[in-house]
């Protein structure tokens, strides 16, 4: 089973809005990544945010995370059109070596 | 820099049959991990091998099995194939799963796009 679970599932939303999508996980972790994944290719690591951090920036993402109810959330500001693709979280357990993902959020952008 | 490499990127096997597909990890990466991924899903952890050991294994049958070479490309096997086995298997590596490196973000090739008919 996967670790982490994605909501919502699918989202559409204008260029130029926000899009905040959010993961639940399981157990404890040592990190929690998001990635980015377009259609029929490789996923690409977005960002990354360490168990004791509570949020993280880079660029127009902003990612939040609370241990105590195992959440975290990735907000895109000013989206565009090529922000279209789907949206992975992914946590590392504590003490563990996998990476496990959850199933994603697709997220449409319409110009 | 060259990133992760897969080989093939597609390829049609018929039931029954045993697939192997390769994976060149990112230049000084030592760790390569691989996944499954069906469509409309997340991808699912198959292996991961560090320094040519084992590090980890999901929840895939026996079928499925997995070696890294002492230049840290690895392969990974998949006997008796089902049609259920029809997905994109994604390989990625990692500087590191252990020390100060845990924190090493994964870099994905860009798969091998399997089906079994």
């Known amino acids: 089973s996967q670790q982490g679970e994605e909501d919502p599932q699918a989202l559409s939303i204008q260029e130029g809005e926000n899009a905040t999508m959010n993961c639940s996980y399981k157990t404890s972790i040592n990190n929690l990544q998001w990635y980015r994944q377009n259609s029929g290719r490789g996923l690409v690591h977005l960002i990354l945010?360490?168990?004791?951090?509570r949020e993280k920036h880079s660029g127009r993402l902003r990612v939040t995370l609370d241990t105590s109810k195992k959440s975290s959330s990735l907000l895109i500001t000013a989206s565009r059109a090529a922000d279209t693709a789907s949206y992975f979280c992914a946590t590392k357990a504590a003490g563990g070596f996998k990476t496990i993902f959850g199933a994603g959020t697709r997220l449409f952008v319409k110009a | 820099d060259a990133g992760v490499t897969q080989s093939p990127t597609h390829l049609i096997k018929t039931r029954g049959q045993h697939v192997t597909l390769r994976c060149s990890p990112i230049s000084g990466h030592k760790s390569v991990s691989w996944y499954q991924q069906v469509l409309g899903q997340g991808p699912q952890f198959i292996f991961q091998y560090y320094e040519k050991e084992e590090r980890g294994r999901g929840n895939f049958p026996d079928r499925f099995s997995a070696r890294q070479f002492p230049n840290y490309s690895s392969e990974l096997n998949v006997n008796a194939l089902l049609l259920g086995d029809s997905a994109l298997y994604l390989c990625?590596?990692?500087?590191?799963?252990?020390?100060?490196?845990?924190?090493?973000?994964?870099?994905f090739g860009n798969g091998t796009r399997l089906t079994v008919t």
């Open positions: 990625a590596s990692s500087r590191s799963t252990e020390g100060a490196q845990v924190d090493s973000p994964l870099h």
């Open positions: 945010i360490r168990s004791n951090e």
